[in-house]
């Protein structure tokens, strides 16, 4: 009997095997009904089987071994998936998972062969065929797990961002409270501002994650444009840097008509990423530059520092998240995501980002934005 035709006729049989080893996998099987721990096998089965039946040439049959193609199966890529999602919900984990597709090709190999008198040519094809179509489907149910294990840590980290919000407000608040109060010593107010500038770091810590996981769970950046002097922001950004890192040399020059549409929210965190990022890794004895450039229908930031220069390896890797330098001190807070928000913030604004970084020159930032 060809495969195919085995497989078909003896199914059941195959999914209690299925059945049986699921239940070996524990602790998360000692919560699972038997619909839940035989799943999508009876699917993955016969759509395979099907897949096997197709006629292929010996093009075809070359190609897909190289993973070129023919096309999938759809109704084995969907059973898969579908396999994938459900087990991490119920908690196997990725090894477990795909323990079932080894055991699964294991015991269908071996009651098919128990059962033939004779090995011909045309078995070692069906062995090929159906080989392909259990790659194919523990490649589509390992995707799928993964998703899953993204999509759920994203919403962790929105839920641990959102609810960091109220402490640090608390904090933030009760700050300014001791700030204003009378008869604070020079050491008081020195610990009052330290956690000050803590607080407001932190706070932009928060909303750079807030922001990471809304890209993640595939929310493009909103914005909202308005009528905004871009001189104006720089400039209140320039300040706020400067009075949390008074020893910082920081210069702003301003050239051309700069008034424009953009979202003033969205663009005061591109400037602090970008400052915030220069004060980090710039030379602390060495002025930090910000100019802009307003023309017809564009304003241009540039933002200059000295200091050790962007590896060339990892300029690639600059824009995306959670990606940190292997450059950055020992000790530093930093989730590797404000580069990523710059980036995020100049595509939804119709902008382009450019840096260039050596040693004689120091690090520069280009970054062009469309008035309107």
């Known amino acids: 009997m060809r495969l195919a035709e085995f497989i078909v006729a003896t199914v059941d049989r195959i999914v209690d095997e299925w059945e049986a080893f699921a239940m070996t996998i524990r602790p998360a099987a000692d919560s699972m009904n038997r ?16 897949d096997m039946n197709t006629e292929q040439s010996a093009m075809e ?6 993973g070129e193609g023919p096309e999938k ?32 090709r294991a015991s269908v190999i071996r009651l098919w062969t128990d059962s033939l008198v004779q090995m011909e040519l045309v078995h070692m094809r069906d062995l090929i065929r159906f080989n392909e179509a259990i790659d ?15 999509h759920s840590r994203d919403i962790f980290l929105a839920i641990l961002g959102h609810d960091l919000r109220a402490p640090l407000q608390a904090v933030s608040m009760s700050s300014e409270l001791l700030a ?41 950046l909103p914005i909202v444009r308005i009528p905004v002097d871009m001189s104006a922001l720089c400039q209140a950004a320039i300040d706020e840097a ?12 301003v050239q051309g008509a700069t008034e424009g549409e953009w979202d003033q929210g969205r663009i005061e965190q591109l400037l602090q990423n970008l400052i915030g990022n ?20 564009s304003v241009t930031l540039t933002l200059h520092n000295h200091g050790e220069p962007i590896a060339e390896s990892a300029i690639s890797t600059l824009f995306y ?52």
């Open 35 to 50: 619909a839940e721990l035989r799943d999508h096998a009876r699917s993955i089965l016969l759509a395979a089987a099907r």
């Open 61 to 66: 049959r070359a190609a897909k071994a190289m």
């Open 73 to 104: 199966t759809p109704s084995l890529d969907v059973a898969a998936a579908s396999h994938g999602e459900l087990r991490h919900q119920v908690g196997f984990d990725l090894v477990q998972m795909t323990s079932e597709f080894r055991h699964l």
């Open 136 to 150: 194919e489907a523990l490649a589509e149910s390992t995707a799928a797990y993964a998703e899953q294990v993204n």
């Open 180 to 220: 204003s109060k009378a008869g604070l010593d020079d050491k008081g107010r020195s610990h009052v501002q330290r956690i000050r500038n803590s607080t407001r770091h932190m706070s932009a810590m928060v909303n750079d994650l807030l922001e990471f996981v809304r890209s993640r769970l595939g929310n493009s």
């Open 242 to 253: 400067a009075a949390g890192q008074p020893l910082s040399d920081l210069h702003f020059e």
């Open 278 to 297: 220069a004060l980090q890794h710039g030379a602390s004895n060495l002025p930090i530059t910000l100019r802009l450039l307003g023309e017809p229908d």
């Open 321 to 372: 998240p959670l990606v940190r330098s292997t450059s950055d001190r020992a000790g530093e807070t930093s989730l590797g995501l404000g580069l990523f928000i710059v980036n995020e913030v100049v595509i939804a604004h119709g902008g382009t980002i450019q840096v260039v970084s050596n040693e004689a020159d120091g690090t520069t930032f280009t970054v062009m934005l469309p008035k309107h």
